[in-house]
């Protein structure tokens, strides 16, 4: 968490400084620059002043023409210094997660019978490997020899381990748990479900935010304005017979008017809100993820790992007719005792919670480690008793018949409320069941209520079966639940939502979350899942907690007003600098006198008032990324009271801010015989 704490400060190291003044530099390029449409008419004017000012070289104009070129030169680079701030920023917090990730290796089995280490990646089929209880199964294959209990919940959702035997598949990523298998691989490297998974995270794309699309219009529109603005100011002035209409000054006055601030502050905004996710342990990859977190309507989550623990635990202790609690809590914790697994566990600390401190047995002689084959493990006790925990169905083989039916009573009522019974015998003599269930992450259903406050619906998203998650689904408090779905029936989920016009949010862990991760709007990743998860959300969770989307939607609304903030001083901004430069432009004119009454700030001549706005115009965008660093306060309010107080606050200051400091730039710009 220290390292974390670390990539979401401020700092950068010098590496990433060293990568972001190459990247301000590279960025200037047309073929990048294109993108951000204002931006790019910065750079042509640059590029036709400086034309003018070499063509002018050894004349009078030239020192005028090179210090505006300069100064456009200057907005560019403070434009894209920020871009290539923010994605360095990602890029840091990226490798930091990659740090992380471990390589999974395979025991190749040799024909001779020796095995020996190798990359999962360099298997290829008809490879054979040998996997041991607790390795991580290298690839897709097939069972070829033993018997074992796998965990293929990170692939498939299903939180119940399955037991494989021969000639039973398997998949890589998933977990062996017990036993040892021979598994033959099948698929090649890049054929494996990784790999097809991948492949459709590859496939998935984003649709851009309502936000993004109307204020990408609103500034084409307003550059498109501008740029008719200054062509037909060019005969108009020439008719009145004014000379301060060059083609320098011109494209000094466009970049003055378009709105270049917002256009530049853009990425300074998604670095503010990577910035703020970050302070609640969320690494954000872009961004623009975190806008749209702001706007989503929909969040949908997976089960297994994300609204529960990921494990099963032990909740009750079920005892038949004429067994007591405190007895089976005692064989159950004896039998658990050897038994290192979550579950195990957990049956352990139930049954110390149940039992007096001086009534907690010693647990003397030999454990029976669980067997796939037997499906059952125990303890053998130096008196002679011998307990088994396991599946009913096997309990119930070695049991005595009259208590049969009301074991399988007890298990099909746990079964029934979506958990997973266990029963437990001593001697042959059967006890009683032991409740296991997935357990839902604590705090979920308030948090959960907030979302509906905020007019979000969360719906529950699994491969498991529809009993077990409508009970996981009403303990969680989500709004609805989907079951028993494959990993492209999530994409489809999430297309048909996106297709309604809503924005959805995916929040998941598994292999199996990775293409809905992907193709979601926002896609918050825990941490705790696997890489190609990770790889796939735009956000990673570090505490892996689903409902830490919530602090990232207050962060995203933030981010919203923020932008829609500093939007109206822009274009608050771009209006009253036309009105400073226009009169000062053409007061000198006999026929347009009547505007230097207008000209209120004084300003003495036309260059010297487009190159004190031009200078305004560059230092401004600098100046404002600390406010959008630091957002805007978010209100719960309406968007009209919003709209209003915008205007009043930063529509007042865009209009007051640049006479103020177009007047002292002249002023100082004066002193050197530039104005």
Known sequence: ??????????????????????????????????????????????????????????????????LVTVILYFTLLFATFAESYAEARGRAQADFLRRTKSFTKARLLEPS??????????????????????????????????????????????????????????TGGTTLLSDRLIVEITANPGETFLDRMIALVEGASRQKTPNEIALSALLAVLTLIFVLVVATLVPQARYYGSHATNITTMVALLVCLIPTTIGALLSAIGIAGMNRVAQVDVVAKSGRAVEAAGDI?????????????????????????????????????????ADTTPEGRSVVELAQKMLRPDAVPNGEGEPVPFSAQTRMSGIDLTDGRQIRKGAVSAIVEITQSDTKDALNKLAEEVAGDGGTPLAVEIDGRALGVIRLKDIVKSGLKERFDDFRKMGIRTVMATGDNRIT??????????????????????????????????????????????????????????????????????????????????????VGKQLLIT?????????????????????????????????????????????????????????????????????????????????????????????IIPFVAIWGIDRVLGLFGLA
Not at 42 to 48: A, D, F, K, L
Not at 124 to 152: F, T
């Open 1 to 66: 968490m220290a390292e974390a704490s670390a990539v979401s400060s401020n700092k950068m190291d010098n590496k990433y400084f060293v990568d972001v003044l190459k990247d301000t530099f590279s960025k200037l390029s047309p073929v990048q620059m294109i993108h951000n449409p204002v931006m790019f008419v910065v750079e042509i004017g640059t590029v036709v002043t400086l034309v003018f000012a070499l063509g002018s070289l050894g004349k009078a104009q030239f020192g005028y023409e090179l």
């Open 113 to 170: 019978g020796a095995t020996r280490m190798v990359d999962a990646a360099e298997l290829k089929k008809g490879d054979r490997v040998v996997v041991e209880a607790g390795d991580i199964i290298a690839s897709d294959g097939v069972v070829v020899n033993g018997v074992g209990s796998v965990d293929e919940s990170a692939i498939t959702g299903e939180s119940a381990p399955v037991l494989k035997t021969r000639d039973d598949a398997v």
């Open 297 to 337: 309507d929909v969040l949908i989550l997976d089960k297994t790992g994300t609204i529960t623990v990921g494990n099963r635990m032990a909740t009750e202790f079920m005892p038949l007719d004429g067994v007591s609690g405190e007895e089976l809590a005692e064989c159950a914790l004896l039998s658990s005792l």
């Open 469 to 554: 998650a409508a009970v996981i689904a009403q303990e969680a408090g989500v709004d609805d639940f989907i079951a028993e779905l494959k990993p492209e029936d999530k994409i489809v989920v999430i297309k048909k939502e996106q297709s309604e016009g809503r924005l959805v949010a995916m929040t998941g862990d598994g292999t199996n979350d990775a293409p809905a991760l992907a193709q979601a709007d926002v896609g918050l990743a825990m941490n705790s899942g696997t890489m190609a998860a990770k790889e796939a959300g735009n956000m990673i969770d570090l505490e892996s907690n689903p409902t830490k989307l919530l602090d990232v939607v207050m």
């Open 563 to 655: 932008r829609g903030a500093l939007t109206t001083f822009s274009i608050a901004n771009d209006i009253a600098k036309y009105f400073a430069i226009i009169p000062a432009m053409f007061a000198a004119v006999p026929t347009l006198s009547v505007l230097s009454k207008l000209n209120i700030m004084g300003l003495k001549t036309p260059h010297g008032a487009v190159l004190s706005a031009l200078i305004f115009n560059a230092l401004i965008i600098p100046a404002l990324i600390p406010f959008a660093i630091r957002g805007v306060k978010y209100r719960a309010e309406s968007a009209d009271r919003m709209l209003a107080r915008n205007i009043f606050n930063w529509g007042v200051l865009g209009v």
